[in-house]
């Protein structure tokens, strides 16, 4: 039985990686970086400053956390008006009630790809999901071409612009596609944008150009151009291929750990559905004006 690794339900692409389940069936930390921050929570995993604090009769109004490690933390009599919240979401209890499945079973039936990403089993089931995910974001961009040009370098809310997205997901796909699965030790395009706790000089090493201003035009360009690479994967990938181990790590950086074909595939396709929903959320809200 085949596993291709995912996100538990609820964790956004800038989120925290969870305990997931593997090919091999067995529960691990999840070493794979999936959002614009850090690899992953607890120690070594950020600023320690505010670890344990308390605060008592305390005006937070307008405060932003992001990627931050929220375990363990409680909060009594508070006032949340107004609050949005993103992110990993296990064992989270509101006036005594846990939220988690029902924000999850809610993703679902929005989002009926996290559902078929979980049962993806052989290489048929990447097949078919990859088929999904062609089509999703080929409908998100039917949305986008139909906004001002400006409006897709906008980041609303502060979140990544589409443009920003599209890039992202080039880097991704050159990452864990082309370096891992394909073995290209040099795959990067120079408008990938990887996560930005990824070091300005490393990623100048790897020819990516963070300071680039590319017209969407030729964004676009780069995106379909990586998307082919995938579906080029995908269409030859057999079973037996999708336990191979990879022998090269995303990049420069990323933690040494085991990784596999399925692995890897999966770690592009959880990208994919993902940076999707924030897409297609923010396109909304762009929309909408």
Known sequence: MLFLRFRQPGQRSSGIPPRVRAMTGSDELMGAQFGPHRFYPGEGGGSTQFKGARFDVADLRGARFTDCDLTGVTIRDGWLVDVSISGYVSNVTINGVDVSDFVSAELDVRHPERVQFRAVRDA???RAMWDTIERLWAEAGERADR????????????EWSFEQTLRHLVFITDAWASRTVLGDPMPYHRLGLPQSWYPAAAAAGLGIDLTAQPSYAEIRAARADRMAVMRRIVAGVTDADLGRGCRRSPAPGYPDEDRTVADCIGVVM?????HYRFAVRDLAVLEAR
Not at 270 to 274: F, G, L, V, Y
Request: net charge negative; proline share 5%; hydrophobic share 50%.
């Open 124 to 126: 048929a089931d990447v």
């Open 270 to 274: 959880d990208e994919e559905i993902e």
């Open 147 to 158: 906004l001002p040009t400006a409006a897709l370098a906008e980041q609303v809310a502060g």
